[in-house]
Structures are given as structure tokens and as C-alpha cells.
């Protein structure tokens, strides 16, 4: 109920702050016709009032049940080696960076390094406001072309990882699970932590036969801890699931849409051209290193106005 009133009170704060915004413009714009206000000051203030607008009915097109969710974002190393893995810890630094610059909480709930560098597969949580909401449009495979710095030659290379996100789901929202359809094994988590972490199988690995979902999470020294948190991002990945099964109905009745599926190329980033393109909105930006740095929201919003506006619904 609190995080329900507390969805109102944002809402709420949010109008009151355009409303002030928009007030102070107003008396800017009359001062500045009496000669007592700079046009820099007006400018400045319309800029403000606009971005806050924008933010506003940005918001008002993550209406969905799930939006307003905290987020698992995993990546996966594709076919390819060491550029791979190399690939997949530049994302995880970009999507880092982009949680960091935007006020999110997250967490490295799984990590298994790569064999000579980067990493094969990264698990992370991000917890905030309308997590998911914004997160959900990366499903699927990136690709980056580069002159690769593990090539001799220097030759351009081509490698792919993929990106998977589901909301964390919480406990306003019932998932049964069967525990017979569940088995579990355990491992030592490796890495930094002391000898309890390295000594004792405080990794654990869930399997959920019916689905074939298969979960790791090493994320805490409690063995116990690890097992709640498996339990929780499965009901999330089911979850997940039969929401993508109520979009794919929906998407097979409203034919004339476009149809989005798990494991499609969505997004190139081209380094030695300075181009990121989505393949899916045509979005793009020269500037890669920002990108790569974590200014993805544009793409983010990009996605978001194509296929999630209600007014196109």
C-alpha cells in the first residue's frame, strides 16, 4: 500500500514541480517585456519547463504492471572468444554507468569471468524507479565492429553478445512453484571474500525442469541467502515469460505492428565509423564513446515512443 501511495505522491510532485516551473516562465517572459529579465533567463527557464514536460509524459507511457518493477539484466557472452567476453564487459560497464548517472541501486547478483578477458556472463540488479519500465526495450543481441586489440593484424572484427531483462518481481504479485519441479545443486562461489566463500558451497544453482530455467546466483556468503534469491528471480523469469506470451498474442492479432522477438539484432555499435545504430527504431548517434560511457536513454525513449505509447495502441 505505501509503495502504491508513494506511485500517487511522485505523480503528484512531478505536476506540482512543472506547474512552478511553468509559473516562473511565465513571470520570466513579463519581466523580460518590462526590460527586467535577460532573454538568457527566459530561454533558460523554457528549456527547464520543456525538459520537465518531456520527463512527465515520458513517464506516462510506462503504465504497465511490471514498469514501475526494479530489473534483472543479464549478458551473455556470444560465439567468439575472447572478443566476446571482451564485448560483454564493455556492455556491463555501459549499462553501470548508465544506472549510475540515472540514481539506481545495483547489485552483481552473478559474475563468471572470461578465460583470457571480459567476461562470459554477468547477472545484475537494478532497483529504482521504473527500472524494468526503461531496461526492457534491450532484450536481445548487440553487435560491435571494431579493429580488434586482440588482433595481431589489426583486422576489423565483428562480435556479438546478447542481453536478456525481466522485472524483479515482488510480493504483490502471486507466482506458484511447484517444489518437486525444482532441484538443487551447489558451488563454491570463488573469487574475493575471505576463506568461507572459497571453503564453503555458498553458490548455488537452481533448475526448474518444466521451463528448463536454469539460474546461478553467487551473490551473497549465505547459502540460504543465495537459495531466496534464486527463488525470487525465477518467479521473475516466469513471470517474464508468460508476459511475453501475452505479447506475442497480442502481436499475432495487431498484425500490422512490428513483432519483437528475443534473440533478434537490435542494436550495431560500428567503433571505426563512430556510429550506434537501432535497428529497430533507427536511432542513431556518432557518439560512441558516449554511448559506451552510458548515454543510452535517447535509445531508450526511442524504443519506448515506437512500441510502448498507449496513444498507438
Sequence with gaps: MLKKINEKKAWVNSFETLETSLGDLQVLYEFC???EAEEEEVDSQYAETLSLFEEAEFKKML???EDGLSAVLQITAGAGGTE???WSSMLMRMYLMWGEKNGYKIKELNLQD????GIKTVTLQFDGEYAFGYLKGENGVHRLVRVSPFNAQGKRMTSFSSVYVYPLVDDSLDIVINPSEITWETFRSGGAGGQNVNKVETGVRLR??????VIE?????SQLGNKEKAMQLLKSQLYELEMRKREEARADIEAS???IEWGSQIRSYVLDD???KDHRTNHQTSDTDGVLNGNITEFLKAYLMEFNNPELS
Design 217 to 221: 546466483n553467487t551473490e551473497t556468503r
Design 208 to 213: 526448474h525442469a518444466p521451463s528448463g530455467i
Design 84 to 86: 566476446s567476453c571482451d
Design 114 to 117: 572470461g578465460d583470457v578477458a
Design 33 to 35: 517585456k518590462e526590460g
Design 63 to 65: 503504465q504497465s504492471e
Design 274 to 276: 563512430r556510429r550506434v
Design 257 to 259: 505492428k512490428k513483432k
